[in-house]
């Protein structure tokens, strides 16, 4: 999988939004955007995914820059539970061998 | 409820002492794949499976064996532990493998000390 650049963390407070970057200078253009977030002590979870267009899901939105270098994961209305490490991963269209490959993602803390 | 499960959730072995993890999905999926998780390594990919019977090595098979003998289960075997092997593990299933098909879901994880 390609790299992908995230700052190291965030902070937030509660009930407002949170704007997650992600830089992927190096994307190809059949590389889907996967955001994934893992809240502690727990496995990975899926967030939302795109291509080229902005995405909308009850999760989050993805915001996607038109020469598809970078794009920007939205927390509408942080809650304490959104507090969670979030890593943007490139997939390739066809990606051997199903793996995921995470990087040090972005720490969100959520202060009330 | 769509789910990923594996037991145990925490191990404390011995060196030496073959364990198996299990997992189990119920989603129908075809790929399933176990990760380790440790700290400033992230998560690394032990191995994968496309289909019943169709297994392969991802980046760090060493040590691990696995088998796909139904669609559902993916058990992970330590045949010989080693304290290198303490770590958080996930399984995870996709439906597909395409880009946009490939959600992954993973289980809740199983955390091996091994002594």
């Known amino acids: 999988d390609a790299k992908t650049t995230q700052p190291n963390s965030m902070e937030s407070n509660e009930e407002e939004p949170v704007h997650l970057p992600c830089n992927h200078s190096?994307?190809?253009?059949?590389?889907?955007i996967h955001w994934y977030r893992q809240l502690p002590s727990q496995g990975p979870e899926y967030v939302i995914h795109?291509?080229?267009s902005n995405v909308n899901n009850r999760m989050a939105s993805l915001a996607i820059a038109e020469d598809r270098k970078s794009s920007t994961l939205i927390l509408h209305r942080a809650t304490l539970r959104d507090a969670a490490v979030y890593y943007c991963?490139?997939?390739?269209?066809?990606?051997?061998?199903?793996?995921?490959?995470f990087g040090g993602g972005t720490r969100v803390l959520v202060k009330p | 409820e769509a789910q990923v499960t594996q037991n145990p959730r925490y191990l404390i072995t011995v060196t030496g002492k073959k364990l198996t993890v299990t997992c189990s999905q119920n989603?129908?999926?075809?790929?399933m794949s176990w990760y380790r998780q440790d700290p400033g390594l992230g998560l690394r990919q032990i191995y994968y499976?496309?289909?019943?019977?169709?297994?392969d090595k991802g980046d760090v098979p060493e040590g691990y064996k696995v088998s796909r003998k139904e669609k559902r289960n993916f058990p992970l075997i330590l045949e010989s532990p080693s304290p290198n092997q303490t770590s958080l593990y996930f399984c995870?299933?996709?439906?597909?493998?395409?880009?946009?098909?490939?959600?992954?879901?993973f289980g809740p994880g199983t955390r091996l000390t091994v002594l």
């Open positions: 995870a299933s996709s439906p597909g493998l395409a880009g946009d098909t490939d959600t992954q879901y």
């Open positions: 190096t994307i190809s253009g059949t590389d889907y």
């Open positions: 795109g291509l080229t």
């Open positions: 991963i490139l997939r390739e269209f066809k990606a051997a061998g199903n793996k995921l490959t």
């Open positions: 989603m129908n999926h075809e790929y």
């Open positions: 499976s496309m289909n019943v019977e169709v297994t």
